[in-house]
């Protein structure tokens, strides 16, 4: 109905640009026939290889779950039977796709504004108690919109006791929120948050419990300070889509602690951009966050790497945006984009 009335306003677009997943983009052509349909190719499910019964911990096999899955894609797949082309973040997220429609999807990344997410040697972050710390503390990063299990929040609190007492002058600052973004919620009337909170609390002592920081969802800017006083910074994350905050913590020019996980391998290097960990390996995770919280010349070294990464490949003003305005106007002429 909102198309209709745009169409009885005079409007008729060339190219129309969808979500797939939740159905908007259905009927559109019924509207506009003649228009162009481009798909925004996020995700799509499968029941083995990728998220879906990765953690056993959490993901127990039921018997309606492969059903699930299918009726989680089944907006999509319609989608796929009209549109003429697709764009993707990654090439991971692209091969999720199923074939003949995958031929038709362009990687292109959104883009990260790496004129704005830069080093800062002066930068300093303000701590709700008002104190402030900056690149002469050490300062260990974990970001998640919400802090749960797909995006490793489990693994990392569980690492998190051992870190603590070996690197007595840490910082542990993390970001996010009490809900669930993906995957299902915590049992009863939890969070997430809490139940690992309330598991690892027991094994680190009052004082250093005192240098570990839960800060809530941050306001972009005070989200790139965060980023740009981190001495080492963890992502981590089930084989899914890939967060914008990896990437821009790599423009930030952080020292990345990441799981070995297939969205990741795109975007980390080990030891060239960044250092990756088995996802459920949380003694290597500890090690390997200390290892670099030891060695200031491997972290910069890392750093400078990981900026340089995101500048070549996925910078908005000379990369992101470009490629998906080209990609538009090819659409927009009748062409399949390249």
């Known amino acids: 109905r909102a198309a209709l009335g745009l169409r009885d306003g005079g ?18 052509k019924e509207v506009w026939p003649d228009c162009r349909l481009g798909l925004y190719c996020e995700f799509h499910y499968s029941a083995d290889g990728a998220d879906s019964g990765f ?11 492969a059903s699930r899955l299918r009726l989680k894609n089944l907006n999509t797949q319609l989608h796929m039977v009209m549109a003429e082309a697709g764009l993707a973040p990654t090439r991971g997220q692209a091969s999720t796709f199923p074939q003949p429609f995958r031929d038709r999807i362009t990687v292109v990344h959104d883009g990260i504004d790496t004129a704005e997410v830069v080093p800062r040697a002066d930068a300093r972050f303000r701590l709700p ?11 260990l990063t ?11 929040y489990h693994v990392f609190m569980r690492a998190l006791p051992a870190i603590l007492r070996r690197r007595p002058k840490a910082r542990v600052l993390i970001v ?15 969070t997430w948050k809490e139940i690992f909170i309330d598991e690892v609390r027991p094994a680190v002592a009052p004082a250093d419990w005192a240098r570990v920081h839960f800060l809530g969802n941050l306001p972009y800017a005070d989200f790139v300070t965060l980023l740009q006083v981190s001495s080492v910074h963890v992502y981590l994350t089930y084989p899914f889509v890939l967060s914008w905050s990896l990437l821009e913590a790599m423009s930030a020019g952080c020292a990345i602690v990441a799981s070995d996980t297939a969205p990741l391998r795109e975007a980390i290097e080990h030891d060239r951009t960044g250092r990756l960990v088995d996802f459920f390996d949380v003694a290597g995770l500890g090690d390997t966050v200390c290892a670099l919280l030891e060695d200031p010349a491997a972290r910069a070294a890392l750093g400078e790497r990981a900026r340089a990464f995101v500048r070549e490949t996925c910078d908005l003003r000379t990369r992101g945006l470009p490629r998906q305005l080209a990609w538009v106007d090819a659409l927009a002429g009748r062409a399949v984009p390249a």
Not at 59 to 64: F, K, Y
Not at 176 to 190: F, H, K, L, T
Request: without cysteine; aromatic residues 10%; proline residues 9%.
């Open 11 to 28: 409007v008729v677009p060339d190219v129309v640009i969808a979500h797939p997943g939740w159905g908007e983009g259905l009927f559109l």
């Open 55 to 65: 953690d056993p911990e959490f993901q127990r096999a039921q018997p309606g779950d």
């Open 129 to 139: 108690g008002g104190d402030s710390v900056g690149r002469d503390d050490e300062i």
């Open 142 to 152: 974990f970001v998640n919109r919400n802090l749960e299990p797909y995006r490793g």
């Open 176 to 190: 996010g929120g009490d809900g669930v973004s993906y995957g299902a919620r915590a049992p009863g009337q939890r």
